[in-house]
C-alpha cells in the first residue's frame, strides 16, 4: 500500500465512501425540490443551472472540433457560449442540443458516481470541470459565480468529513436532476406566447428543418428520463 502523500490523496480521491443513511438522501431530495419549486429561490438558484447549461455548450463545441471563444453569465441568469466553425452539421446541431441536455445528463451521471460511493470523486470532478470552464468565462459576474461556486466544491471535499460531503454531494446531484426539468417547461411557456424566438430549439429546428417541438420534446424526454433514472440509483432501487 502507497502511504506517501501522493498514495493517500489518489485513495482519499478514488476510493469510495460509506454510504449515508437513508434519510439523508430523502431530506437532501427535499432540499434541492425546496430551492428548485419556489420561484424567489428559483431566480437565485438557477445561475447554477445556467453553468451547466452553457458549460455542455461549450464542452460539446471543443468535442466537436469547434473553436470556443467564451462564455458569459449574466445576473438574470441568462447565458451565451459564443463558438466558431462551419454553421451547419452535425457539430453545431450537437453544440445547440448540449445546453438544455447538459443539467440533468450531469445529474444522471452524479448519481452514478454516488450510487457507485465515489463521493469525493464527484466533488473532485466537478471542481476540475469548473476550474476548465473559468478559463473561457469573458464577463465579471461570470468569473465571480464559477469561482464562488467552484471554491465550495474544493472546501467541502478538502475540510470536510464523509457526512458533510455526502450531504452536499447528493443535494447537488438531485438539484441538477430536479432543477433540469424546469427550464425546458419555462422554455414550453415562453415559445407559446413567442418570447423565444432564437432559443435553442428554435436554433436546431433552422439547422435540422425539424419543428422545435420536437426538439422541446426531446429535452423534456431527456430530463424526466434522467430525473427517474437518476432518482432510482440514488434511492437505491
Given at each position: 500500500?502507497?502511504?506517501?502523500?501522493?498514495?493517500?490523496?489518489?485513495?482519499?480521491?478514488?476510493?469510495?465512501?460509506?454510504?449515508?443513511?437513508?434519510?439523508?438522501v430523502y431530506v437532501t431530495a427535499a432540499v434541492a425540490l425546496l430551492v428548485v419549486v419556489p420561484r424567489p429561490l428559483w431566480r437565485l438558484s438557477r445561475n447554477?443551472?445556467?453553468?451547466?447549461?452553457?458549460?455542455?455548450?461549450?464542452?460539446?463545441?471543443?468535442?466537436?472540433?469547434?473553436?470556443?471563444?467564451?462564455?458569459?453569465?449574466h445576473s438574470d441568469t441568462s447565458g451565451l457560449t459564443v463558438s466558431r466553425g462551419k454553421p451547419t452539421g452535425l457539430g453545431m446541431i450537437?453544440?445547440?442540443?448540449?445546453?438544455?441536455?447538459?443539467?440533468?445528463?450531469?445529474?444522471?451521471?452524479?448519481?452514478?458516481?454516488?450510487?457507485?460511493?465515489?463521493?469525493?470523486?464527484?466533488?473532485?470532478?466537478?471542481?476540475?470541470?469548473?476550474?476548465?470552464?473559468?478559463?473561457?468565462?469573458?464577463?465579471?459576474?461570470?468569473?465571480?459565480?464559477?469561482?464562488?461556486?467552484?471554491?465550495?466544491?474544493?472546501?467541502?471535499?478538502?475540510?470536510?468529513?464523509?457526512?458533510?460531503?455526502?450531504?452536499?454531494?447528493?443535494?447537488?446531484?438531485?438539484?441538477?436532476?430536479?432543477?433540469?426539468?424546469?427550464?425546458?417547461?419555462?422554455?414550453?411557456?415562453?415559445?407559446?406566447?413567442?418570447?423565444?424566438?432564437?432559443?435553442?430549439?428554435?436554433?436546431?429546428?433552422?439547422?435540422?428543418?425539424?419543428?422545435?417541438?420536437?426538439?422541446?420534446?426531446?429535452?423534456?424526454?431527456?430530463?424526466?428520463?434522467?430525473?427517474?433514472?437518476?432518482?432510482?440509483?440514488?434511492?437505491?432501487?
Open positions: 500500500m502507497d502511504t506517501t502523500p501522493i498514495g493517500d490523496l489518489w485513495a482519499r480521491v478514488f476510493g469510495t465512501q460509506p454510504a449515508p443513511e437513508a434519510w439523508l447554477a443551472i445556467t453553468i451547466a447549461h452553457e458549460g455542455g455548450h461549450g464542452l460539446i463545441a471543443l468535442v466537436t472540433g469547434r473553436r470556443l471563444d467564451g462564455i458569459r453569465l450537437l453544440t445547440a442540443a448540449a445546453g438544455y441536455t447538459a443539467p440533468p445528463l450531469l445529474g444522471l451521471g452524479g448519481a452514478w458516481l454516488l450510487a457507485a460511493h465515489h463521493i469525493t470523486l464527484l466533488l473532485w470532478v466537478t471542481t476540475a470541470l469548473l476550474l476548465a470552464m473559468l478559463v473561457m468565462i469573458r464577463n465579471a459576474y461570470g468569473a465571480l459565480t464559477v469561482i464562488l461556486t467552484g471554491a465550495a466544491f474544493l472546501l467541502i471535499s478538502w475540510l470536510t468529513g464523509p457526512d458533510v460531503q455526502a450531504a452536499f454531494a447528493y443535494a447537488c446531484v438531485w438539484f441538477l436532476l430536479l432543477g433540469g426539468v424546469r427550464p425546458a417547461f419555462e422554455l414550453q411557456s415562453k415559445r407559446r406566447y413567442g418570447h423565444a424566438g432564437d432559443s435553442d430549439a428554435d436554433q436546431l429546428g433552422r439547422l435540422t428543418h425539424v419543428p422545435p417541438a420536437l426538439w422541446l420534446f426531446l429535452f423534456h424526454a431527456v430530463s424526466l428520463c434522467s430525473l427517474i433514472g437518476g432518482g432510482r440509483w440514488l434511492l437505491g432501487l
